[in-house]
């Protein structure tokens, strides 16, 4: 086992001293990401200043909503987030090289980057997940303490799923990143908010296709004990890991199938 | 017999091009970049892989290395299958491609190094004492800790080239790896590879479009033309076979305003005000005697000097006597 991983351990570790050489300009970044992940939360803030409640969750659940969403998104972007730069990657010949190493090319683009800037975004939806969960009324329960690691685990590996979804996406669309954003950055945002504002279809579009409604809503529906609106009954929220299960799923096959038309043997 | 290190046959690879012909319909061209290939390298060898622009080598190494999947036709390379044995492979050869890097761009060369050899799982005392031959042969030892950006091209190629043999290879792909390098780099790389070879029996095959690479490195070069073989064999037998000109250069003690007439040649230079003149033969034209005896009869000859036929100019008769795209190379000249 750590003969396996040394490997992936010193790119990463190489990965993060060179981020790192840079003191000041690295806080900056870090500075700069809680910053805008600040901007988005203000937004939250601006919607409950003028209503109470907005689809169920008050400004309460609004904010344990928003802090799950971003704990999630944030930790998978850091992480994998580089991976819808593929056709940068293709460009360069960086996945030729890649396919001349002996190791898997998904693990080596995975571990090429480590985005620790967007540590900054973290770190802020962490804060204010402390703070919305006082500000809540929950009964802690073993199972509730429970689901909230499942649901930031599971929400974080349902994210870095539809990064690699995206990266997919982009064997065959060379200037697909704008529409791979749609899912990625677009998810984010959609689970953000609560799944009962949307339309039907809209509702069904992020829970079942692009599953970022499990990342937050469905587990804040349970922590609340709140009924679901139409078609997203509570106990959903205890499906996040399958969701992830599933998405994966999608993402490798999805990944697998883009690298073979890559190799050009057949799509 | 054991089995060639690379083994190529009826290798064929086609690309599917789509360009737009009216509003709405796109048109689908199937274009054959590798076109029936067939070949074996033995293990030990050196080969000179040579074509223009386009010709298909970087195609044939993509499915040599198992980048890309032929359309039909067997590869073996190493005695695998490229592509399904990937990371097997990986392990059995090197790949350099000159005009792209393999190094991580803000690492130095020692940290590169120390990646690369927990990639390929090398035991620490071996590939430290492989890395320390390479940074001694290779002369980096004073760049070692420069990150990868700052170096200069022939300082990062030879960093290249000592990544692609840390794990010490079999088989040493290199694809033009002498582009853009002054002439010391280029001899300097030459004598490495040459040195190599003698010391560890790596095989080679080289893309490349420095003529002096190949003359220097290799017993055998292959000639690929649109994707076919145009030529398999050595250097003298490939200037026999197209008839290459030598280029006779004639030092005389009085000045000559042109050798014109001098059968069977032709002038290809007048220089130093008509001091020295530049006559090309064929063999089967004439003999440097008769020239000589020729031009005595215009003028004494001081010195001369007999020039090898070059090789690009070898290459470019041979893709003329493809007649079948005559017309292309004209187009391109015009």
């Known amino acids: 086992m750590g003969e396996r991983t040394r490997a992936y351990r010193v790119l990463v570790g190489s990965r993060l001293r060179s ?21 988005e939360f203000a937004e939250v803030y601006v919607i409950f200043a003028n209503i109470d409640v907005l689809g169920e969750l008050d400004f309460a659940a609004a904010a344990l909503l928003f802090a799950l969403a971003n704990i999630g998104f944030s930790l998978a972007d850091t992480v994998i987030g580089h991976v819808d730069q593929l056709p940068t990657y293709l460009r360069q010949g960086t996945l030729d090289a890649f396919l001349l190493r002996p190791l898997p090319v998904l693990a080596q683009l995975v571990t090429s980057d480590v985005s620790l800037r967007r540590l900054g975004r973290t770190a802020l939806a962490g804060a204010i997940l402390v703070v919305s969960l006082l500000m809540n009324d929950i009964d802690w329960t073993a199972a509730h303490v429970a689901l909230l690691v499942i649901a930031v685990l599971s929400g974080t590996a349902i994210f870095a799923a539809l990064f690699v979804c995206a990266a997919a996406v982009q064997f065959w669309l060379v200037e697909g990143a704008e529409f791979a954003n749609a899912f990625t950055y677009g998810g984010a945002y959609a689970a953000q908010y609560p799944a009962s504002i949307f339309s039907v279809p809209m509702r069904v579009l992020f829970t079942f296709v692009v599953p970022s409604a499990f990342t937050a809503y469905l587990p804040v529906l349970v922590l609340l004990d709140l009924e679901g609106p139409a078609g997203l009954p509570q106990w959903l929220g205890w499906c996040t890991p399958l969701a992830a299960v599933g998405i994966w799923a999608v993402a490798l096959g999805g990944w697998r199938a883009g690298l073979r038309h890559y190799t050009g043997a057949g799509s | 017999m054991t089995e060639p290190i690379i083994d190529v046959h009826d290798l064929r690879r086609e690309f599917t091009v789509r360009s737009p012909a009216g509003r709405l319909r796109r048109t689908r061209t199937v274009v054959p970049a590798v076109d029936g290939l067939t070949f074996a390298l033995e293990t030990g060898s ?41 990371k097997v492979l990986a392990r059995r050869i090197g790949v350099v491609f000159g005009q792209r890097t393999q190094l991580w761009w803000d690492l130095p ?48 190629i030879r960093g290249e080239i000592a990544a692609a043999l840390l794990h010490s290879p ?62 398999d064999g050595t250097l003298p037998g490939l200037a026999a076979r197209v008839g290459a000109e030598r280029v006779m250069v004639l030092d005389l003690v009085d000045p000559v305003a042109s050798l014109e007439g001098v059968p069977g040649t032709r002038v290809v230079a007048v220089e130093s005000d008509g001091l020295r003149h530049r006559l090309a033969f064929g063999p089967e034209q004439t003999t440097a005697g008769a020239i000589l005896e020729a031009v005595g009869t215009r003028g004494q000859v001081r010195d001369l000097t007999i020039e090898e036929p070059d090789i690009e100019d070898v290459v470019r008769r041979l893709y003329r006597a493809h007649s079948y795209h005559d017309h292309q190379q004209q187009a391109r000249r015009s």
């Open chain 2, 46 to 86: 050196a080969t000179g892989y040579i074509g223009a622009n386009g010709a298909g080598k970087s195609t044939t190494i993509k499915m040599l290395t198992g980048i890309l999947v032929p359309t039909s036709g067997t590869v073996r390379t190493c005695e695998l299958d490229p592509v399904r044995r990937r």
């Open chain 2, 170 to 231: 079999r088989l040493l792909i290199l694809d033009e790896p002498t582009i853009g390098l002054d002439v010391l780099s280029k001899e300097r790389l030459r004598v490495f590879l040459s040195e190599q070879r003698d010391l560890h029996g790596t095989t080679l095959l080289l893309t490349t479009h420095d003529m002096d690479d190949v003359q220097r490195l290799t017993e055998r070069i292959i000639v690929v033309d649109h994707g076919r073989m145009a030529y």
């Open chain 2, 109 to 156: 060369l020692r940290e590169s190094f120390r990646t690369l050899a927990a990639i390929h799982r090398l035991e620490d005392r071996a590939w430290q004492a492989r890395r320390d031959e390479l940074v001694d042969r290779l002369d980096l030892g004073t760049f070692l800790d420069t990150p990868v950006r700052q170096l200069s091209l022939g300082q990062r």
């Open chain 1, 19 to 39: 981020q790192l050489a840079y003191r000041r300009s690295f806080a900056m970044d870090l500075l700069g990401s809680g910053a805008i992940g600040l901007l």
